[in-house]
């Protein structure tokens, strides 16, 4: 879809009634409340999928906040546990204040990811825009230097830094390195970030291959068939597949509730065929669900931000054989 089309789309979409913003909203969000995201959860798991959950919200501007985004990730790991669901943790480090005070905001995280730990969970550090890309991945590495190793963060193939950095983290954390690679939702700005729709298909290819040479963790997070079929062969030529023990013989130790060195991951509400394909040929699939309060903040911020999702809801709409949920 053209660029004019999206941002129509957007104006149109940010000036509806919040009635409306939330019927649209209701496909790709679990619902305000952890019990509607377990429901959906415990949906999910009959088509093979594991998850990774996402308290709606970001960027604060005062520490008090990112107490309610700590209770209520505390609250989500038990509750987890409760259902036996097979689910990791997203969670967006500047709703703990990573932007605002950075050692409080640390000592946040590493308090949530040692109580994930007790319970063998993972936490994925979701990646927001350039201003947080560095330290995002201190934090990480931090982490790991103090033991916790059941924390990862994201990559965007849009991004020029983002072979560098993968280079970087199999220098600090070796094989321990386990990434979520996607495009990258946040418009970077040009002498930053890949631009088209070709380059940044082919830069985020690169990065999956230079994942998986690095024997590190490769989480696919795409709904785009040039970018989970290019990861497809590029498994196929290290022998990787569904149960098929991570040949490479750099790779890391296996993990509870992971693949045999790398899985698919696809958001709530977001053709979900493909994934239901992709999890019957034995693939590990796991879906984002995101929950809270905040999804209207959270559906407008990212309608603003990236006017192409705009475009997408759109066309699932207008056009639903494209994207069944
Ligand atoms: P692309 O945008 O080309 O989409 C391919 C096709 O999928 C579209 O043509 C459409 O049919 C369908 N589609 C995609 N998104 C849709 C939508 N919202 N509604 C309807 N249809 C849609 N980004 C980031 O910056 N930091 C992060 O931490 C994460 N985390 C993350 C986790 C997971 C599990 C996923 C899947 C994605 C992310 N992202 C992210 C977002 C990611 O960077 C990217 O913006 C989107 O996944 C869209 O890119 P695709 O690769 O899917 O391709």
Redesign the pocket.
Known sequence: MTGWFSKLVVGMTIRMPKWFVGWVSRR?VAGNNIEDAIKVMKRLSKENACFTVDVLGEEITSMDEAQYFYDEYAKLIDQIIEHELDSNLSIKPTAFGLLIDRDKGFEKIRSLVQMASQHDMFVRL???DHRVTQATIDVVVDLHNEGLTNVGT?Y?GRLFRTLDDIDYLEQKLGSAADY?I?????LEPEDIAHIGYDEIVSATNASIDKMLAAGAYCAV????KP?INHALSALESYGMGPNIADPRENAGKPRTGKGPGYEF???LG??GPLRRKLAAKGHRTRV?IPYGEKWYEYSIRRLQE?P??GA??A??FLMPW??RP
């Open positions: 790709y979701d990646m927001e994201v965007q979520r996607c495009k990258g939702i946040y997070a795409s709904h785009d970018v991951q696809m958001l977001v053709r984002y990236n192409t999702v997408q809801v066309k699932a494209t994207n």
